[in-house]
Nanobody
Framework: QVQLVESGGGLVQPGGSLRLSCAAS????????MGWYRQAPGKERELVAR??????IYADSVKGRFTISRDNAKNTVYLQMHSLQPEDTAVYYC??????????WGQGTQVTVSS
């Protein structure tokens, strides 16, 4: 089992920045994939950014604004978000696929972009 704890969400004005963190309960070094998804009210959960063996991918809507990164020493995955817009408002979920191809999700952190 892997526990994932997200932090860093909150209320930010349009054009602002936030950095989300996802701390894993054990080493992320061997994980097959890790990433961030989001779900806005009334919408399906969608991919935001993901790192796997094929590289890094971003949703078209966040390219050039968001950056996913990892710190293996801290067992943490980050999502740096710049130029936030109201349409980025959602609950953001951390995701990992471990070395046994099991999927785990965090509890989610709310990001609200509003003036």
């Amino acid at each position: 089992q892997v526990q994932l704890v997200e932090s860093g969400g909150g209320l930010v004005q349009p054009g602002g920045s936030l950095r989300l963190s996802c701390a894993a309960s054990r080493s992320i070094f061997s994980f097959k994939a890790m990433g961030w998804y989001r779900q806005a009210p009334g919408k399906e959960r969608e991919l935001v950014a993901r790192i796997d063996s094929g590289g890094t991918i971003y949703a078209d809507s966040v390219k050039g604004r968001f950056t996913i990164s990892r710190d293996n020493a801290k067992n943490t995955v980050y999502l740096q978000m710049h130029s936030l817009q109201p349409e980025d408002t959602a609950v953001y979920y951390c995701y990992i696929r471990d070395s046994y191809f099991r999927d785990f999700w965090g509890q989610g952190t709310q990001v609200t972009v509003s003036s």
